[in-house]
């Protein structure tokens, strides 16, 4: 079971995703926007960030500069969830190992594979 942080503006994807992350198996923390994001990721250390790419108190963007900045944070997976184009998300923050995207509305399938997919341990050639 992992330990998820969701950051959202938007109560009723928290409850939404609240639902399926931990019908999934996982426990969530949840943040209504970036600062209290940021914040509550310091302290709790998830194993993965859900994160919102357009919000009050810093955007999905800003949000990601600030955890990287943060040493204990820098390795924590994140899955961005927007109804922005991912052209333009991935302009602001690029695809790596340890970010990846997903377009509101949220298909639980692929909720679901990109969660394991982000939580997998990385593989040594």
Do not use: C
Not at 10 to 23: F, G, N
Not at 85 to 112: F, H, T
Request: aromatic share 4%; hydrophobic share 45%; glycine share 6%.
């Amino acid at each position: 079971m992992a330990k998820i942080l969701l950051i959202d503006d938007d109560q009723q994807i928290h409850d939404i995703l609240t639902a399926l992350l931990t019908s999934f198996g996982h426990s969530v923390e949840s943040a209504l926007d970036g600062l209290q994001g940021t914040q509550k990721a310091a302290q709790l250390w998830p194993d993965l960030i859900v994160l919102d790419f357009e919000m009050p108190g810093g955007g999905g963007d800003v949000v990601f500069d600030r955890l990287r900045a943060n040493q204990p944070l820098q390795t924590v997976p994140v899955l961005f969830l927007s109804s922005m184009p991912l052209s333009v998300q991935v302009m602001k923050v690029p695809v790596s190992r340890n970010v990846r995207y997903l377009k509101k509305p949220i298909d639980p399938a692929e909720l679901q594979q990109s969660v394991k997919d982000l939580l997998a341990p990385p593989k040594h050639d």
